[in-house]
């Protein structure tokens, strides 16, 4: 029995998503809630690693159980397993986070379609970052999600130095290699608007991201769009594959995943299959500006 997590969490005091020895991380808590109600480990599968410091309003994860385990989650004669699985792990994660309760919150579980996979099963993710450069009024109720950024930004030049990178491109110049994974990417959302208040909010969806990837490209548009670069530069930047000193990666306190969407139900396995499959850089093959949005 394969059980969906929707999650949301305030990732200021975790050192990101993924279980690392001896410090506090969004899957450490959850799993070790989740070993409370089924009283064994438990092994959580994300649709995507957040960095340290990184929040969320729509991760997904999964993780399965026996049908002895599913059917024993129920308390009462009228509740099914979801719900109770839902209370109960929400419940747990208050014990486990203590002063940090509430920051950590599973928004909904629910019984996964067949073939479901919450990392390889997407189609997409996209995240939201709020930048308040050096002309707007600086709200400090929002300062724990906004960058503040000293200087004026050209939200116009930014727009242009990030057009040409929509579609499927080998991003090594803007992520963090991982040994044995690929760092070619359908980069279906990249831009910036400014709200009428002069706030800046970056949009960016992709079919997956490397690691850093959204830091790495939002760090070269501020460089952009203070006048630091022109801006062909970013372009120049993907097509070399270059990754140097000048390779800057913006704060993460304002970087949000917010949403990742999966293909209906009766399509999960195919798209798991079709997701495992290792993409080749190439640079004949790119995917339609804007595909996949």
Known sequence: MRARLDIAYDGSPFNGWGIQPGVRTVQGVIEEALFMIVRRPVRLTVAGRTDAGVHARGQVAHLDFTPAEWDGLRRGHDEVSELSLQRRLNGALGRVLGELHGSVEIVRASVAPTGFDARFSALWRRYSYRI???????????????????????????????????????????????????????????????????????????????????????????????????????????????????????????????EVHYPHETAMHERAVLTRTRRVPTDTIKAPLGAGI
């Open 132 to 258: 308040a450069d050096g002309c707007t009024r600086r709200d400090p109720l929002q300062r724990a999600l906004t960058l503040w950024h000293p200087r004026e930004l050209d939200v116009a030049l930014m727009n242009q130095a990030v057009a040409p990178l929509l579609g499927l491109h080998d991003f090594a110049a803007f992520a963090k290699p991982r040994e044995g994974s690929t760092t070619v990417r359908t980069l279906q959302r990249l831009d910036f608007e400014q709200d009428d208040d002069g706030v800046i909010n970056l949009n960016v969806q992709a079919d997956a991201f490397c690691h850093n990837m959204v830091r790495a490209l939002t760090g070269a548009a501020l460089m952009v769009g203070e006048g630091r670069e022109s801006p062909d530069w970013m372009n120049q930047r993907l097509v070399a594959g270059i990754r140097d000193a000048k390779s800057v990666l913006a704060a993460p306190h304002p970087l949000i995943l917010e």
